[in-house]
């Protein structure tokens, strides 16, 4: 909730949130979502089950971990009471949330966990889209949903490999927007 009491306005705390270059989670992401396409060429289907259940559960933690090593505040803890940050973290505990959605479809359908998965933890891109106020979010949670549901279809036999493949795809098309818009954005402040 909104602290009124605040010292800083809500464009300062935008301002503040806004000049994070938000590579960490993509990171993680790209690296949680290139071990489960490869688990699920090598393991028994149960197995790589397991593997994204693990790895998808574990990528806010990297992302923590990675934070660390590129001093990105991920956490905001450089911007105390920070609305945005909340907004933000609000978000990826959403995500987290939609396992309740992904679990019962997987025991009624094992092959619809890289569906359900896929699709409902990218849902916090769009929100991230508003929050920053940039298109790329919109692009990661509409183009990946659209090509996760594609692949689901046309691929059966090798869906969690391909769905894997397109969020990789998606987070790497991603980092790079993300990096633009970083540049961008502290080129604008620089200026008089």
Same mark, same amino acid.
């Given at each position: 909730?909104?602290?009124?009491?605040?010292?800083?306005?809500?464009?300062?705390?935008?301002?503040?949130?806004?000049?994070?270059?938000?590579?960490?989670?993509?990171?993680?992401?790209?690296?949680?979502?290139?071990?489960?396409?490869?688990?699920?060429?090598?393991?028994?289907?149960?197995?790589?089950?397991?593997?994204?259940?693990?790895?998808?559960?574990?990528?806010?933690?990297?992302?923590?971990?990675?934070?660390?090593?590129?001093?990105?505040?991920?956490?905001?803890?450089?911007?105390?009471?920070?609305?945005?940050?909340?907004?933000?973290?609000?978000?990826?505990?959403?995500?987290? /949330?939609?396992?309740?959605?992904? +679990? $019962? &479809?997987?025991? =009624?359908? !094992?092959?619809?966990?890289? #569906?359900?998965? *896929? %699709? /409902?933890?990218?849902?916090?891109? +769009? $929100? &991230?889209?508003? =929050?920053? !106020?940039?298109?790329?979010? #919109?692009?990661? *949670? %509409?183009?990946?949903?659209?090509?996760?549901?594609?692949?689901?279809?046309?691929?059966?036999?090798?869906?969690?490999?391909?769905?894997?493949?397109?969020?990789?795809?998606?987070?790497?098309?991603?980092?790079?927007?993300?990096?633009?818009?970083?540049?961008?954005?502290?080129?604008?402040?620089?200026?008089?």
């Amino acid at each position: 909730m909104y602290n009124p009491t605040s010292a800083l306005s809500l464009e300062v705390q935008w301002q503040q949130f806004a000049a994070s270059r938000f590579n960490t989670m993509p990171i993680a992401g790209t690296m949680a979502w290139s071990i489960i396409g490869i688990a699920s060429l090598v393991l028994p289907p149960h197995f790589a089950n397991l593997v994204i259940f693990i790895a998808t559960g574990s990528i806010f933690y990297l992302a923590l971990g990675l934070a660390k090593i590129t001093g990105e505040d991920l956490l905001g803890k450089k911007r105390p009471g920070n609305f945005f940050d909340r907004i933000f973290l609000s978000c990826v505990f959403m995500a987290c /949330l939609v396992y309740a959605i992904a +679990i $019962p &479809f997987f025991f =009624i359908d !094992r092959s619809s966990l890289p #569906l359900t998965v *896929g %699709i /409902l933890t990218g849902l916090m891109w +769009i $929100p &991230f889209s508003i =929050i920053v !106020r940039h298109w790329v979010g #919109l692009f990661h *949670g %509409i183009t990946r949903t659209a090509l996760i549901v594609v692949a689901w279809y046309l691929i059966p036999e090798y869906r969690t490999a391909a769905i894997s493949a397109i969020i990789v795809g998606v987070y790497a098309i991603t980092l790079v927007v993300l990096r633009q818009r970083h540049r961008a954005f502290h080129a604008a402040a620089a200026q008089p």
